[in-house]
């Protein structure tokens, strides 16, 4: 088992990582939480093909299943107070756990649950697929959308435990294989030119899921992410480069009214406008910015998005949570495995950005 400790303010605790895991779950939450009682917040789809694993590993302990449907347009604060209200009328009280069991949203909402349930209770997150074992699970952030942007209620809420099987990526959907690679190839493109290139270079391997290839890649995007949460838990300064490809990339999401893109899909979009605007910005060489298309275009397969409007979608980047006084924040490359802020750009810029965004996006829907 690889064991990565996140140092955080807000508490430390371990990732484990490891094949087969999910099957002695049980043991594993007890030493992080004790033997209280559990409520699994599951997505539902999730559960139809995993929760028999987790149900076997968790006999003997009291736990109660909330199970629901976890997709994109759940992600609403209706969700969360639904969820408190049923641990509520369930009995749960201030000495009880959660358990994230899903993807993504399932691990934001669940967290915020947790965060907020009687002030505050512990959270175990499982995370079941590949984005969510690579970001969302580690460090912390938790939340749900509104009408107007992406995650802009929410809270940061450490778990106990982050418990990841990349075994349960064998049910996963090749679509959602691939666009929980984007957030891979980010992590690559903000920290780890290293990252970077073992993606391109086992490309196979990586799409063909192979187990030393998953297991290396989730390993080495936790780590990164793990040092950049030591440092800056709660996004004052280092953690926003984090978000490289994610203040379009949520724009997007908004425009399309969070049902046509998976988050992964629309961060590479949002990387790819990044990768444009900086180098439009003079930090970035038309060659670095060319292999972050390539990287991109080669694990994903774009949905189209002809019917889109480059200016739409920018006009909406003030709303995002970053922004400072209505003036968008992006996370520019200055080279592969090395990124920084740039605080509004001009607004032609980032319209021409996401107008090259949505050429590349259109070439590789069409291949």
Same mark, same amino acid.
Request: glycine share 10%; aromatic share 4%; proline share 2%.
């Given at each position: 088992?690889?064991?990565?400790?996140?140092?955080?303010?807000?508490?430390?605790?371990?990732?484990?990582?490891?094949?087969?895991?999910?099957?002695?779950?049980?043991?594993?939450?007890?030493?992080?939480?004790?033997?209280?009682?559990?409520? $699994?917040?599951?997505?539902?789809? $999730?559960?139809?093909? *995993?929760?028999?694993?987790?149900?076997?590993?968790?006999?003997?302990?009291?736990?109660?299943?909330?199970?629901?449907?976890?997709?994109?347009?759940?992600?609403?604060?209706?969700?969360?107070?639904?969820?408190?209200?049923?641990?509520?009328?369930?009995?749960?009280?201030?000495?009880?756990?959660?358990?994230?069991?899903?993807?993504?949203?399932?691990?934001?909402?669940?967290?915020?649950?947790?965060?907020?349930?009687?002030?505050?209770?512990?959270?175990?997150?499982?995370?079941?697929?590949?984005?969510?074992?690579?970001?969302?699970?580690?460090?912390?952030?938790?939340?749900?959308?509104?009408?107007?942007?992406?995650?802009?209620?929410?809270?940061?809420?450490? +778990?106990?435990? $982050?418990?990841?099987?990349?075994?349960?990526?064998?049910?996963? +959907?090749?679509? !959602?294989?691939?666009?929980?690679?984007?957030?891979?190839?980010?992590?690559?493109?903000?920290?780890?030119?290293?990252?970077?290139?073992?993606?391109?270079?086992?490309?196979?391997?990586?799409?063909?899921?192979?187990?030393?290839?998953?297991?290396?890649?989730?390993? !080495?995007?936790?780590?990164?992410?793990?040092? $950049?949460?030591?440092?800056? !838990?709660?996004?004052?300064?280092?953690?926003?480069?984090?978000?490289?490809?994610?203040?379009?990339?949520?724009?997007?999401?908004?425009?399309?009214?969070?049902?046509?893109? *998976?988050?992964?899909?629309?961060?590479?979009?949002?990387?790819?406008?990044?990768?444009?605007?900086? !180098? *439009?910005?003079?930090?970035?060489?038309?060659?670095?910015?060319?292999?972050?298309?390539?990287?991109?275009?080669?694990?994903?397969?774009? +949905?189209?998005?002809?019917?889109?409007?480059?200016?739409?979608?920018?006009?909406?980047?003030?709303?995002?949570?970053?922004?400072?006084?209505?003036?968008?924040?992006?996370?520019?490359?200055?080279?592969?495995?090395?990124?920084?802020?740039?605080?509004?750009?001009?607004?032609?810029?980032?319209?021409?950005?996401?107008?090259?965004?949505?050429?590349?996006?259109?070439?590789?829907?069409?291949?």
């Amino acid at each position: 088992m690889t064991r990565i400790r996140v140092s955080a303010p807000g508490g430390g605790y371990d990732v484990a990582i490891e094949a087969g895991s999910l099957a002695r779950a049980g043991e594993s939450i007890a030493a992080a939480v004790g033997r209280r009682r559990l409520f $699994v917040i599951a997505d539902a789809t $999730v559960w139809s093909f *995993l929760g028999g694993r987790l149900s076997a590993a968790l006999q003997g302990r009291e736990w109660t299943l909330l199970k629901t449907d976890l997709g994109e347009r759940r992600k609403r604060l209706s969700t969360v107070e639904e969820l408190c209200s049923a641990m509520h009328a369930a009995g749960a009280d201030r000495g009880c756990a959660v358990v994230a069991f899903g993807g993504g949203v399932a691990g934001d909402v669940a967290g915020f649950v947790a965060a907020c349930y009687m002030r505050g209770v512990d959270v175990v997150q499982i995370p079941t697929t590949l984005l969510a074992q690579v970001d969302a699970s580690v460090g912390g952030k938790t939340g749900v959308n509104l009408a107007s942007g992406k995650n802009l209620a929410g809270a940061f809420h450490q +778990p106990r435990l $982050v418990l990841i099987d990349p075994a349960t990526l064998d049910t996963l +959907p090749d679509r !959602e294989y691939r666009a929980g690679l984007q957030e891979v190839i980010k992590h690559g493109i903000i920290r780890s030119a290293a990252l970077f290139d073992f993606v391109n270079d086992r490309r196979e391997a990586v799409l063909a899921r192979d187990p030393a290839a998953v297991e290396h890649i989730v390993a !080495e995007s936790v780590r990164i992410k793990a040092a $950049v949460v030591a440092e800056d !838990e709660r996004e004052a300064g280092l953690r926003r480069i984090l978000n490289f490809g994610h203040t379009l990339g949520h724009a997007l999401e908004a425009e399309t009214a969070y049902r046509r893109l *998976l988050h992964g899909e629309a961060v590479a979009y949002g990387m790819i406008a990044a990768g444009r605007l900086s !180098e *439009l910005r003079g930090r970035l060489d038309a060659a670095s910015r060319e292999r972050i298309e390539a990287a991109v275009g080669g694990c994903i397969a774009m +949905p189209s998005l002809a019917d889109l409007s480059a200016r739409s979608i920018a006009a909406r980047v003030g709303g995002d949570k970053k922004a400072v006084g209505g003036k968008a924040r992006f996370v520019l490359a200055d080279a592969i495995g090395k990124v920084g802020d740039d605080l509004d750009p001009p607004a032609e810029l980032v319209v021409a950005a996401a107008e090259h965004a949505l050429q590349v996006s259109r070439r590789m829907a069409a291949a």
